[in-house]
């Protein structure tokens, strides 16, 4: 049977964002439930109008990723109390031209971390608004993971058994509600 696609979406554009690599530690606790790929934001154009015709290169290769994905898996920083521009700017694109969204129907988990003492929470319940809007399903339940040096190591491991056990039980949880997705979407597809 073919694997779960499971499409990774980090709200981050720095190099060494930690919510990348909290998306990597999810991969690797989540083992062999899924195939992962994670999906650039970073090269997309600003969001215009003007330019939905034709799609810029990189925007229709966003949009043919999401599209290809059973489920989504949204890992965000909070900027200013709410999600950074490169997300939203990825997720405007992804529900573009009218008509032709790539979002609708999708299921989607929300997860994200900073060094504040409410690591990204505002971000999520902004991101889980905009998502809604759009027509995802988006798991329910709170991950707001505070970052500390030592949390995920340079193998994408987590060393504090808390918070492995609490990001295994997300990812499990997470591939179990996005299968039950996955089997509807791909007879919708054939
Ligand atoms: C413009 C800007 C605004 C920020 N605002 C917040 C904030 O509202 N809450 C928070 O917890 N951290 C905030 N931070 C700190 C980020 O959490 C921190 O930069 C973190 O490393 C971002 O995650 P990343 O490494 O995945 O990009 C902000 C950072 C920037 C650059």
């Excluded at 489920?71 to 521009?85: D, K, Y």
């Excluded at 997860?111 to 990204?120: C, E, K, L, R």
């Excluded at 193998?155 to 997470?174: A, G, H, T």
């Excluded at 299968?179 to 919708?188: E, I, S, T, V």
Aim: proline content about 6%; overall charge positive.
């Amino acid at each position: 049977m073919a694997k779960f696609k499971l499409g990774i979406i980090v709200g981050s554009n720095r190099r060494e964002s930690i919510n990348r690599k909290l998306a990597q530690a999810l991969v690797r606790l989540g083992g062999a439930a899924f195939e992962a790929k994670f999906i650039r934001i970073d090269d997309l154009p600003m969001y215009n109008q003007d330019n939905e015709q034709p799609l810029p290169a990189a925007v229709a290769r966003f949009k043919a990723e999401v599209e290809a994905s059973d489920a989504l898996l949204f890992a965000t920083p909070e900027h200013n109390r709410s999600i950074p521009a490169v997300l939203k700017n990825a997720i405007d694109w992804g529900g573009r031209p009218y008509g032709k969204s790539s979002w609708p129907g999708r299921p989607a988990a929300i997860i994200g971390t900073s060094g504040g003492a409410i690591s990204t929470a505002v971000a999520q319940q902004h991101l889980r608004a905009v998502l809604g809007n759009q027509g995802l399903h988006v798991m329910g339940g709170e991950a707001y993971i505070q970052f500390k040096p030592d949390l995920i190591d340079s193998e994408s491991n987590v060393p504090d058994d808390n918070v492995r056990k609490f990001l295994k039980n997300f990812i499990d949880q997470f591939a179990a509600f996005g299968g039950r997705f996955a089997p509807a979407q791909k007879q919708a597809a054939a």
